[in-house]
């Protein structure tokens, strides 16, 4: 039993090191090392003699570790989270190794327990969930394998033996754990704002993704495709047709060096004037990650209205933009009207140039070329929205590329008109609102997101970094700013994804997006909606508002909450079966007898009272074993009193023993 | 006999005591503290895992308060107390007990006597049904007849964390004998020489006590073996033989209860019980008077046992010393310095000597 104490004791240590890195990753340099060893000791105790000779050993390192900590916390101002994390773990593998004790068990749990804490300070993903279960089952087996074996052994006796019944009651105790926790975490009121977590956010890097700033100077290499997820967006009242063409607007730039579009906010800015445009209100729920980039929140354009559901605040900045402040993954709910007004509305505008307006024809020094491409397109259009669509169009005869030009030479607008003839989205839009603004109409560049995955098992929309997209809006007064696209369709969503794995990673991601949604980000708005939906569950069907998906996921976690509850139930009714005294254990060994005896096809008859039985393999391997077995099962079973644990035990002895002797023979011929 | 009562104070605290009692054991108070300070940091920072963790730790201790209750519940105790112990010698005091449930087991069962010093019993697991014998040690036993006045059954299953206790009323008695291994001197009746101090252990054979006397009735501590089973079949109920010689040579033990404190009361005690296991070693028939209880001459193991309940019981302290018989057939156990004469053999207990193991002073 102290064995199998020890072996538990480093299984839950491991547990706890895998919940940790769940959340922390392989960060900390003494992750691997510690995992190893502990996986070690899982199988391999040191004896005494060798725990005796660890013990320096650890004390040296454990100093090392905690002056390490100390110098990152006061001298270096560092993350004390990581030189803290070895210490801890340095200790765990060092009680994970010693013998186990009282107190070391108390210092065992803290320790283990310890990392779960560190654990939930990161933002881990559903793994958590699953490996926390597994944790409390094995802690639940080890603590009290632990207490039952000291205390036996405290008092001189031997420890009970670790049966298979008794295992599979404790850890369906364990299961109760979980139902508890579940509880507390269901229920208990989330009355204070949250802190963030630490989680990093996706930096703006060289490889394909959303970044502050739309700039055609790069060259000398290709966009490497980036398939992190930025953007979970739900549609609580129904789901748009088409998912994979919806522009996910982040923020718009106005001014324009050359090289590299940037953002001169002003107060005055018009604004589009969301009421006007047709269509109905599409409803968002925005799960997003925090961008390196810059706080945006994104959405379908134009914006009616914004709520911010999580610790974050949202708010309009200037150019149609929204924004939003705090230091973890914004969730926010958006109103919009994404259909575009009907052209012949748009052809009717009449341009009014206002100040405001003008910064929007702004233009670096360009070529006489282009100027007179520009005018082209303004000569032979009537109206603003043919001179767009125009522009547009011809775009859309271009090629589309994630080869970045070779040289600075090459990395023009210019080049990318006359002569090259092929680029990547950001061309495309720079080059529209040149056109655009050289022949007069006001134009800004917008980034964002377009398209995404449709995710079948969460019922959501994938947004990643593989998504980024530069496009053009086009001022037309009375409506506001009007998105055209001038990038070939069909050629940035969906070009790199993994498609061979599509479907796993789906279902990884809707998994990731409810633990998410309904773990990570659990509030008290989730926390009241549940309750009103439980209520409402219990009133009848015909008062009831039509079901949403809402109530679909409340009916699935108590799908979820009742099949534990079964599982536990019948764990320990199994349990009961095999430890409800000396009768049925007796059975059981008899039957495994009868069916060992059969499959050697021995005896002929099948259905034989027990007497006969052991009548009938009187000369077969084993028979002097079984004829013991069957006789304290014969008194065990129409016997006045249950057989005693010592009875038992010899019975499962002979059984075993008549088994391995058939065995033998049968091998011998 | 008369079984000490232990004072009102003790009786009042044990009426009052819960039934069922739960204490904190140390990793149960890092556990709740734990929790606190979880729940603290929890709601400072609404991370949500952070409720799952603490959500966690308060399932363990309900967990443990539930399983505590139900290790506890339906578990019946029975006590076996030996006849009788020996002061200073452990008890062993044996339970059976017995799980009634008809569905759960019980972990980690703990008896433990109401005792100082008891060394608890252990059951580490009784599924349903089931019945185990089990035992429990009690250390440094007084002379005396204590009244046992129940059990605690107590558990710190599952995790160590509370013990639950409860209490399981059961009546008894423990009667500790005095010591019975002073090393004395023979007993010297008038000057003499006890006469068969060198024969073996066991009642004298009949040959030795001379003639056959006369019959009378059966009392408890007489040597079986001196049952006439003839006359006992007649009368119907057990009657003894006696012989000329036992009355004769019978004498009687006195033990004085007049002692100056209570090391020396107890000394004298042993010093009496030593004497009755002397006399029932060489098959002497003796009578014992010891405070106001008298046990008429009589020989043998049972005699003896009668002698020693009674010297267990003893109140010391004070009284009046009267022989119960002639003084000259008389052996006096004293503490006083001085006594009048005419005592066949006096063995006084002084404070000097009173510690010692022996006490052998003779007059």
């Not at chain 1, 964002?448 to 995955?453: A, D, N, P, S, T």
């Not at chain 2, 003499?192 to 060198?198: A, I, N, P, T, V």
Request: net charge positive; with cysteine; charged share 20%.
């Amino acid at each position: 039993v102290t064995r199998l104490h020890a072996r538990l004791a480093a299984l839950l240590a491991l547990l706890a090191l895998l919940t940790f890195i769940t959340g922390a990753g392989l960060d900390a340099p003494s992750v691997i090392p510690a995992g190893a060893l502990l996986l070690i000791a899982i199988f391999v105790q040191p004896g005494e003699r060798a725990a005796r000779l660890l013990e320096p050993l650890w004390r040296v390192v454990a100093l090392l570790l905690a002056l390490r900590a100390g110098l990152a916390v006061f001298l270096d101002r560092g993350d004390p989270v990581l030189p803290m994390v070895d210490l801890l773990l340095l200790l765990l593998c060092a009680e994970s190794l010693r013998r186990r004790d009282g107190s070391g068990d108390a210092r065992h749990f803290a320790l283990t327990f310890a990392l779960l804490i560190a654990a939930a300070a990161y933002r881990p993903g559903p793994l958590f969930g699953v490996l926390f279960m597994a944790y409390v089952i094995v802690a639940t087996l080890t603590l009290v394998v632990g207490q039952l074996s000291r205390q036996s052994l405290n008092r001189g006796l031997p420890p009970p033996p670790p049966r298979a019944a008794f295992l599979a009651r404790v850890a369906a105790l364990g299961i109760v754990v979980i139902a508890t926790s579940t509880f507390v975490f269901l229920f208990f009121p989330r009355v204070t704002q949250a802190w963030a977590i630490r989680s990093s956010p996706l930096p703006a890097s060289a490889v394909m993704g959303f970044s502050d700033r739309v700039s055609i100077g790069e060259h000398g290499a290709s966009i490497e495709p980036n398939p992190q997820v930025v953007l979970r967006v739900e549609f609580p009242d129904g789901v748009p047709a088409s998912t994979g063409s919806l522009y996910w607007r982040g923020r718009s730039y106005n001014r324009f060096d050359g090289r590299t579009w940037s953002r001169v906010d002003r107060t005055a800015t018009p604004s589009t004037d969301a009421q006007r445009w047709p269509g109905s209100i599409v409803e968002q729920t925005i799960y997003a990650r925090q961008l390196a980039a810059a706080n945006v929140v994104f959405g379908l354009h134009p914006i009616v209205s914004v709520a911010s559901q999580s610790r974050t605040r949202t708010f309009r900045g200037a150019s149609d933009d929204f924004l939003y402040v705090g230091e973890t993954d914004p969730i926010y709910r958006i109103r919009s009207r994404p259909e575009r007004p009907h052209p012949d509305s748009l052809r009717q505008v009449e341009m009014r140039y206002t100040p405001e307006v003008m910064a929007h024809l702004q233009l670096p020094p360009m070529s006489a070329r282009l100027r007179a491409l520009a005018d082209s397109f303004r000569v032979a259009s009537s109206n603003i929205f043919d001179q767009s669509s125009a522009i547009e169009q011809w775009l859309h005869t271009f090629g589309y590329t994630l080869d970045l030009p070779d040289s600075p030479a090459e990395a023009t607008l210019d080049h990318f008109i006359f002569q090259r003839r092929a680029g990547h989205c950001e061309y495309f839009s720079t080059a529209m609102a040149v056109l655009l603004r050289a022949g007069g109409v006001p134009a800004r560049n917008v980034n964002g997101f377009l398209g995404g995955e449709w995710n079948e098992f969460g019922g959501f929309l994938t947004v990643t970094q593989n998504h980024a997209h530069s496009w053009v809006e086009v001022w037309f007064p009375g409506w506001g700013w009007v998105p055209f696209d001038p990038t070939p369709p069909g050629a940035v969503s969906g070009g790199v994804s993994a498609r061979g794995l599509l479907s796993l990673r789906l279902l990884f991601t809707g998994l990731e997006h409810r633990w998410g949604k309904w773990v990570l980000d659990y509030d008290l708005g989730t926390q009241t909606e549940l309750f009103r939906r439980t209520v409402g569950s219990l009133t009848p069907r015909a008062r009831r508002p039509a079901a949403s998906e809402g109530d679909a996921s409340l009916v699935r976690l108590l799908v979820v909450v009742a099949l534990l509850m079964v599982v536990a139930g019948a764990l320990l009714r199994s349990a009961r079966a095999f430890g409800r005294g000396g009768r049925s254990a007796a059975t059981r060994e008899y039957l495994r007898l009868r069916r060992a005896y059969q499959r050697s096809g021995l005896p002929p008859a099948r259905a034989l009272p027990p007497l006969q039985f052991v009548a009938a393999i009187e000369d077969v391997p084993g028979a002097a074993y079984a004829r013991r077995a069957v006789e304290l099962y014969v008194r065990a079973r129409f016997g006045a009193r249950p057989l005693t644990r010592i009875e038992v035990q010899v019975l499962h002895e002979s059984v075993a023993a008549a088994l391995r002797e058939l065995r033998r023979g049968r091998r011998q011929g | 006999m008369a079984a000490t009562r232990p004072p009102w104070r003790l009786r009042l605290q044990a009426r009052l005591r819960p039934r069922r009692r739960l204490r904190v054991l140390r990793p149960g108070a890092f556990v709740i503290v734990g929790t606190f300070a979880l729940g603290l940091a929890t709601l400072n920072t609404g991370n949500n895992l952070l409720y799952l963790l603490m959500g966690a730790l308060l399932g363990t201790i309900a967990l443990s308060g539930w399983l505590s209750e139900q290790a506890l519940r339906g578990v019946r105790v029975e006590r076996h107390v030996p006849r009788a112990a020996t002061a200073g010698e452990p008890v062993h005091v044996l339970y059976t007990v017995s799980n009634r449930k008809s569905r759960l087991p019980s972990h980690g069962l703990e008896v433990r006597e109401q005792w100082p010093g008891a060394t608890p019993s252990f059951v580490a697991a009784l599924e349903p049904g089931e019945t185990i014998r089990t035992r429990s040690v009690l250390m440094h036993a007084r002379r005396g007849v204590h009244p046992l006045e129940g059990v605690v059954l107590g558990t710190s299953f599952p995790f160590g964390l509370f013990a639950k206790e409860r209490d399981v009323r059961l009546a008894g008695v423990l009667v500790v004998w005095p010591r019975t291994d002073r090393r004395l001197r023979a007993v010297r009746l008038g000057g003499r020489r006890g006469r068969r101090q060198d024969t073996g252990s066991g009642s004298a054979p009949a040959a030795h006590r001379g003639d056959y006397r006369a019959t009378r009735e059966y009392r408890p501590g007489d040597d079986p073996r001196d049952i006439h089973w003839r006359s006992t079949a007649r009368r119907g109920e057990p009657v003894l033989r006696e012989y000329e010689r036992d009355a004769a040579e019978e004498y009687w033990i006195v033990l004085d209860t007049a002692a100056p404190d209570d090391v020396v009361a107890e000394a004298a005690v042993d010093t009496a019980a030593s004497l009755v296991a002397a006399a029932t070693a060489r098959g002497d028939r003796f009578g014992l008077a010891a405070g106001t209880s008298r046990l008429p001459p009589g020989s043998g193991h049972g005699r003896a046992e009668a002698a020693l309940d009674i010297l267990a019981a003893v109140r010391m302290g004070g009284g009046r010393l009267l022989p119960p018989a002639p003084a000259a057939r008389c052996v006096l156990v004293t503490a006083r310095p001085a006594v009048p004469g005419g005592w066949g053999d006096v063995f006084r207990v002084d404070g000097d000597h009173a510690a010692i193991d022996a006490a052998e002073v003779a007059t």
